[in-house]
């Protein structure tokens, strides 16, 4: 089971990459976490949305076998705030392995989507999946891609119906060029841009969207 949170809070970096918090885990059945947290590394990063009173301040992935409850818990004791749920992930793009603890080198973006009122669920899934997938692959200059729709909320708080990761060089936070991948030229990029933002639209993406710069380190514990 994949299970996904949003946290809020101060001093969260060092928290939860923090060795006790991963042996408190390890021993409720989770076998890996995934830390995506605002940092020192991603502040130049020029493009961000928040829906939230505060914007999230980290986004924590973990695969377990054991009960959500514990893992919730354990998560709340070191934030200000959790929101959590679980996914069912797709893999457009395997990330890149790391070693245990170590920074990916990227501005790892999370994208936090609501199905927007005109769109039933199988719609949604099918402008996401099978007709915006293949366009985002194609306009940006991503190296890992996962797509997480929520099953089930775990915890009270906003609707969210998915969470998606998409890895961009680090000069992507402040090149549209190295974003697009368009090589310096202005009108490929422009036509890369424009293709993408019809895409976005045709499943209401640019809604309603949290966008989450992030330095990413996953740990096998």
Same mark, same amino acid.
């Given at each position: ?8 809070? $101060? ?8 060795? $006790? ?10 076998? #890996? ?17 928040? +829906? ?36 069912? $992930? ?7 392995e ?5 920074? +990916? ?36 200059? +991503? ?11 775990i915890?009270?708080?906003k ?15 402040? *090149? ?5 991948? *368009?090589?310096?030229? $202005? #009108?490929?990029?422009?036509r ?15 809604l ?5 710069? +992030? ?7």
């Open positions: 089971m994949k299970l996904m949170y949003a946290l809020w809070g $101060e001093g969260l970096d060092e928290r939860l990459r923090g060795v $006790e918090l991963h042996k408190e885990l390890a021993g409720l059945g989770v076998f #890996e976490v995934q830390v995506n947290v605002r940092d020192a590394d991603v502040a130049a990063a020029q493009v961000r949305h928040s +829906t939230y009173d505060e914007p999230i301040s980290a986004i924590v992935s973990v695969r377990t076998e054991g009960e959500h409850a514990p893992v919730t818990a354990a998560l709340a004791a070191v934030a200000d705030e959790v929101n959590g749920w679980i996914v069912d $992930e797709r893999r457009p793009i395997v990330p890149p790391v070693a245990d603890g170590v920074r +990916t080198d990227a501005l790892a973006n999370i994208a936090v989507l609501r199905i927007p009122e005109d769109l039933t669920r199988e719609q949604w899934l099918h402008n996401w999946h099978v007709l915006h997938t293949p366009v985002a692959i194609e306009t940006q200059d +991503t190296f890992g891609y996962v797509q997480n729709t929520v099953v089930e909320a915890t009270p708080g609707r969210v119906d998915a969470l998606v990761e998409e890895l961009f060089p680090m000069a992507a936070m402040s *090149s549209a060029h190295a974003f697009y991948g *368009s090589g310096g030229d $202005e #009108e490929e990029l422009q890369r841009v424009t293709r993408l933002m019809e895409s976005v639209v045709r499943f209401g993406a640019h309603n969207l949290d966008l989450v710069p +992030t330095s990413r380190y996953v740990y096998r514990v």
